[in-house]
């Protein structure tokens, strides 16, 4: 611990945003760029406590108050070597994960917590900018090939995992280009995708081969085919088929789902073209309270929108911790986000009744919950941002009774092993495919926790690789 009294000389400063006039112009990132100084006074915050909740908080486990102190005496090099060790990819869980450690941490119980993610934002930067190798490689090939399916987060990181082991590692995705919900879930405003490519050049760098336009299907590559070519096959297929919301009207045209959205709207980015899904001048609806929601607000304000309204059919959440939901836990709180700065209008406990229009929506019919009044608002478009109910399993055979939990996703027993698959090849799944929708930091978690149960099934022995969790672990 550098500075004892660190966590009270020093009070939460995390970076500032870029006006609202400036950064609506653009699709860069939102924030600014914090001083060297300034970092290493947050990470003096850190009390280092003896038992540290926030790494309990971490899926990961990353070893926050080592890399906390590290940054303070402006050891950049030693805490990048700390934060690789357990997280593959900092640089987005730094800029997109929303920080179960600090809500765990114990300076939170009385005080505003570390900025945790920020710091590890910061580590991973400087560990880039210094030239510092950020894909860990084996000094001997092991001669196994394992094959990869999906390129999101749960599947680089299994794919960054077992080829630091050795292992020749192919990774299969069905789009265009790699990186699942990371390329064109996540808008630019939160991920640019030159930081995308750069994790994905020293990926390949290290020898890692990438597959686009691979549909792992029956009208594609057969699934039996990899298992034909590969010494074990790892599925990280995501939790892609969106909630929809089943009223009258919702069929009409101006009605999507919300990747739908993202996804035309971060290709129009990359292309420097106009959105085929355009907001322009319209008057929106976002069904959902939740970061995807928020994702399609902050779109639809770079797109110049008429109006957006964001509705939530729950309550508004408390703005301070509840007694039901104690620290450590992360409490479900209000949430202010960059978008929602921007402007917009937020409606909790509002119900949808009825999409009205001539063809395209123009109108929807929305109730509110806590007096039962009904009222009509216009609308253009619509974004159903609602969630997803699992991975799309019919044309790869691996929807039927027996392979799947209760929930719709692939049930795997506790090696990460789809068992009702017969044949030599074994056939491991992580990731949204088998939790659910889930946080970015937990799809990391599981494709490492899947690799190292690939890599023991190859080796024959115990992996030296870590396994921070079980499938179907549980959070906080």
């Avoid at 060790?85 to 570390?114: H, K, M, Q």
């Avoid at 630091?164 to 630019?188: C, K, M, N, Q, T």
């Avoid at 253009?380 to 799947?404: C, H, M, Q, T, Y």
């Avoid at 044949?423 to 494709?447: K, M, N, Y």
């Amino acid at each position: 611990m550098g500075k004892p009294t660190g966590f009270l000389e020093f009070t939460r400063q995390g970076p500032s945003m870029r006006p609202v006039a400036v950064r609506l112009r653009d699709w860069r990132e939102v924030y600014e760029p914090q001083s060297d100084d300034a970092v290493q006074v947050q990470g003096a915050r850190c009390m280092d406590c003896g038992i540290p909740f926030c790494m309990q908080g971490c899926p990961l486990g990353n070893r926050i108050p080592v890399f906390n102190d590290l940054v303070y005496r402006g050891r950049w090099d030693e805490a990048a070597e700390q934060l690789l060790d357990t997280n593959n990819f900092p640089e987005f869980t730094g800029r997109l994960c929303p920080a179960p450690c600090e809500s765990a941490c114990v300076l939170g119980i009385g005080a505003d917590p570390v900025t945790i993610e920020r710091l590890e934002y910061e580590v991973i930067e400087h560990a880039f900018a210094r030239g510092i190798t950020v894909q860990r490689t084996s000094t001997s090939e092991s001669g196994r090939r394992v094959a990869v399916v999906g390129s999101g987060p749960a599947g680089l990181a299994a794919a960054s995992q077992l080829r630091s082991a050795g292992h020749h590692v192919e990774v299969f995705e069905r789009s265009d280009a790699i990186g699942g919900l990371l390329r064109y879930g996540i808008p630019e405003f939160k991920l640019e995708k030159k930081v995308l490519d750069r994790r994905l050049r020293a990926m390949a760098d290290a020898g890692i081969i990438f597959h686009t336009s691979a549909n792992i299907a029956d009208d594609g590559t057969p699934l039996s085919n990899l298992r034909a070519g590969f010494d074990a096959v790892v599925l990280a297929l995501g939790s892609t088929r969106p909630r929809l919301i089943p009223v009258p009207g919702a069929q009409l045209t101006g009605i999507y789902p919300a990747m739908t959205y993202l996804e035309a709207a971060n290709r129009a980015v990359a292309t420097d073209s106009v959105s085929q899904i355009d907001a322009h001048a319209k008057h929106v609806i976002i069904l959902g309270g939740g970061d995807t929601g928020a994702d399609c607000l902050g779109t639809a304000h770079r797109q110049g929108a008429a109006s957006v309204t964001q509705i939530e059919i729950m309550d508004e959440p408390p703005h301070e911790r509840p007694q039901d939901q104690p620290w450590p836990t992360m409490a479900r709180l209000f949430k202010v986000t960059s978008a929602h700065d921007e402007g917009g209008e937020r409606r909790f406990a509002t119900e949808t009744l009825e999409f009205q229009g001539d063809g395209t929506v123009s109108e929807i019919v929305l109730k509110y919950n806590h007096d039962g009044s009904v009222t009509n608002a216009p609308a253009d478009l619509v974004f159903i941002a609602a969630g997803f109910v699992g991975p799309e399993l019919e044309k790869l055979g691996l929807n039927s009774p027996g392979r799947l939990t209760t929930r719709d996703t692939l049930l795997v027993d506790s090696t990460w092993r789809i068992e009702s698959l017969p044949g030599d090849t074994p056939v491991f799944a992580c990731g949204d495919a088998v939790r659910g929708q889930s946080l970015i930091v937990w799809a990391i978690a599981e494709g490492r926790s899947a690799a190292s149960a690939v890599d023991a099934f190859l080796n024959g022995v115990p992996s030296a690789l870590p396994a921070p969790v079980e499938p179907y672990s549980l959070s906080w």
